[in-house]
C-alpha cells in the first residue's frame, strides 16, 4: 500500500539557520512526489515536485528537496530559513503506474515549521 | 492569488440545516476537487470531477452532496450533518498532463462549523 510519513509533528529553526523537513514514502512503482506549504487561514500552494531526472530539485521560494530512492525520501530543505517561512508543510506521493488521468494523492499528516528570529 | 475561489471562507450550521460551499476555478483546469481538513489528520479526499464527471468518491456520507455544472465550478451540497463534520474544506482544481505529475492549485478553503 501507499504511504507517506512525516516523522516531526514540528520542526523549530532559527532565522537564518538551514531546515531540514523529512519525508518518507512507499509505493510499488515509481513515485511522483510533492511538497505543498499551508500558511494561516490559506490552501495548500504548490511548492515543488519529483517526476523523474535530477534527484535535486528546486522550487519556490528557495526550497528544494532532494530525492532518495534507496531510502525512499524526499526531505524538503532550505539553506536559509527566514521567519515568513512558518507555516505547515506537507508531502505527498503518487504512483506513476495508477489507472486515470487524475490520480489521488497520498497525503503525510503534515510538519509545522516554526523560524524564530 | 492561485486562481481557485471558494465562498463562504466561513460557514455556521445547525445540524438540521441545508447549504452549499461553491468553488470556481479561473485556471482552465480539466478536473476538480473536494478535500476534507481536520487537525491531526492526513488531507481526505472526498471527491474528483474530471471533465464534468465524477470520477472518484471515497465513500464518502451521503449529507455530502457534489454537483459539478460544467469545468470552471464545484459546488459541495451539505445537509444534516454532524458535529464531526466541522473541519476545513478544500477545493483544488488540475489540469491532466500525462508525465507531468497534474500539480493541484487549492483554494483558501471553507471553515465549516457545525452546531
Known amino acids: 500500500a501507499q504511504s507517506v510519513a512525516q516523522p516531526e509533528d514540528q520542526v523549530n529553526v532559527a532565522e537564518g539557520n538551514p531546515l531540514t523537513v523529512k519525508c518518507t514514502y512507499s509505493v510499488s512503482g515509481n513515485p511522483y512526489l510533492f511538497w505543498y506549504v499551508q500558511y494561516p487561514n490559506r490552501g495548500l500552494q504548490f511548492l515543488l515536485k519529483?517526476?523523474?531526472?535530477d534527484n535535486l530539485v528546486k522550487g519556490s521560494y528557495g526550497f528544494e528537496a532532494e530525492f532518495n530512492k534507496s531510502q525512499t525520501s524526499f526531505h524538503l530543505k532550505k539553506p536559509s530559513a527566514l521567519v515568513s517561512d512558518s507555516a505547515l508543510y506537507f508531502c505527498a506521493v503518487r504512483e506513476d503506474s495508477s489507472a486515470g488521468n487524475n490520480r489521488k494523492l497520498i497525503w503525510g499528516l503534515g510538519t509545522s515549521l516554526a523560524v524564530n528570529p | 492569488e492561485t486562481g481557485v475561489t471558494q465562498t463562504p471562507r466561513h460557514l455556521v450550521m445547525g445540524m438540521t440545516n441545508k447549504k452549499s460551499l461553491k468553488c470556481e476555478q479561473h485556471?482552465?483546469?480539466?478536473?476538480m476537487y473536494w478535500y476534507k481538513q481536520s487537525a491531526k489528520k492526513p488531507l481526505e479526499l472526498m471527491f474528483v470531477?474530471?471533465?464534468?464527471?465524477?470520477?472518484e468518491n471515497n465513500s464518502v456520507p451521503s449529507r455530502f452532496s457534489p454537483e459539478c455544472p460544467n469545468s470552471s465550478h464545484l459546488f459541495l451540497h451539505l445537509h444534516t450533518l454532524q458535529p464531526e463534520d466541522s473541519a476545513l474544506y478544500l477545493c483544488?482544481?488540475?489540469?491532466?498532463?500525462?508525465?507531468?505529475?497534474?500539480?493541484?492549485?487549492f483554494g483558501a478553503g471553507t471553515r465549516l462549523s457545525v452546531l
Open positions: 483544488a482544481s488540475s489540469q491532466s498532463v500525462p508525465g507531468q505529475g497534474n500539480i493541484q492549485y
Open positions: 485556471l482552465g483546469h480539466n478536473a
Open positions: 470531477y474530471s471533465l464534468e464527471e465524477r470520477v
Open positions: 519529483y517526476i523523474t531526472g
